[in-house]
């Protein structure tokens, strides 16, 4: 099976920096596509940035400019570097990953697996 954990999460102050964590381990293959997500209490889990296994990125508007998106491909692992953070950027952090090629059982899979979260908290 596939498991994403994450680390790196804490509080901060306002302008401060964090950086994000998060392994993928199994019998894997490839990674499609490697993501962060947020969630705030009370609200929905939103899209922060996005990267495929050749680089490319993509990023919500709300975080453009301050947060970076990273990959190692062959440590299956992605970060996210917060820089600029501010109190409306807390929120659980959840780290997804599409794609997953894995083998199994003599079989190989593919499907897609969330982390557990970590908190990040900024205060004013």
């Known amino acids: 099976q596939v498991q994403l954990v994450e680390s790196g999460g804490g509080l901060v102050q306002a302008e401060g920096s964090l950086r994000l964590s998060c392994e993928a381990s199994?019998?894997?293959?490839?990674?499609?596509?490697m993501g962060w997500y947020r969630q705030a209490p009370g609200k929905q889990r939103d899209l922060v940035a996005t990267i495929t296994s050749g680089g490319s990125t993509s990023y919500a508007d709300s975080v453009k400019g301050r947060f970076t998106i990273s990959r190692d491909n062959h440590k299956n692992t992605v970060y996210l570097r917060m820089n600029s953070l501010k109190p409306e950027d807390t929120a659980v952090y959840y780290c997804k990953a599409d794609g997953v090629t894995y083998y199994s059982r003599g079989q190989y899979y593919t499907g897609y697996y969330w982390g557990q979260g970590t908190q990040v908290t900024v205060s004013s």
């Open positions: 199994g019998s894997i293959s490839s990674i499609n596509v």
